[in-house]
């Protein structure tokens, strides 16, 4: 949603970002299992029409190519059971991961749900002409690093459910270059805003 509003004004809202789906963390992962099991070579893995789509802007909700941009906005999944909202930072060669329930999971599980992003994206970034069309930017295929700041990161309410939520509006909030101006009791009203956005889009 908030991706259509960054087309929408382009006078107003920052431009050199872009969103990936869920399916995107999911291909990584898979394709990363891949290259662990030895089926698959870090440099051979996005033989996959999602992963091409995403970074060539091809894919319905991701309308701007990975050529164009400075960051791309992740959802990833940690245990299988919990959101996180992932800045990938280009130039940087940086992910910063947005985690609204950090007392869930240890930062050991923490680093090994970024390890199919630290380790392919680099990859993914050379094979589509990433690094050749941004000529500021190193051709570099070594693993990026992450970070998860605790500071200043708002939390969800334990038991509530909403990382999933709170992943979408750090993501929105990041894009739109909004401060974290939220919290655990937000959760309900940003479920039925979502909820209404949704059924709207679907109108439309």
Known sequence: MVAHRQLALPS??????????????SSLA??????????????????????????MG????????????????IPARVCKDHWVACAVNISDRKITVYDSLP??????????AMQPLCILLPHLLHHGRVYMEQT??????????YIRPL???????????????????????????RPFD????????FRRKIAVDLFVNELL
Request: with cysteine; proline share 5%.
């Open 12 to 25: 107003i809202i920052p431009q050199r970002w872009t969103i990936a789906s869920t399916h995107l963390y």
């Open 30 to 55: 898979y394709a990363f299992q891949g290259v662990q099991d030895g089926v698959l070579e870090e440099g051979t893995f996005y033989d996959s029409v999602d992963i091409e789509q995403h970074v």
């Open 58 to 73: 091809d894919r319905e909700g991701v309308r701007r190519a990975w050529t164009t941009v400075d960051i791309i906005y």
């Open 103 to 112: 007392s869930a999971h240890s930062e050991v599980e923490i680093k090994e």
């Open 136 to 145: 500021d930017l190193e051709d570099n295929t070594s693993p990026f690093n």
């Open 151 to 177: 500071e200043g990161i708002p939390h969800q309410a334990p038991e509530s459910g909403d990382c999933g939520i709170f992943t979408l509006k750090f993501i929105e909030y990041l894009g739109l270059g």
């Open 182 to 189: 939220f919290g655990p009791e937000h959760g309900p009203l």
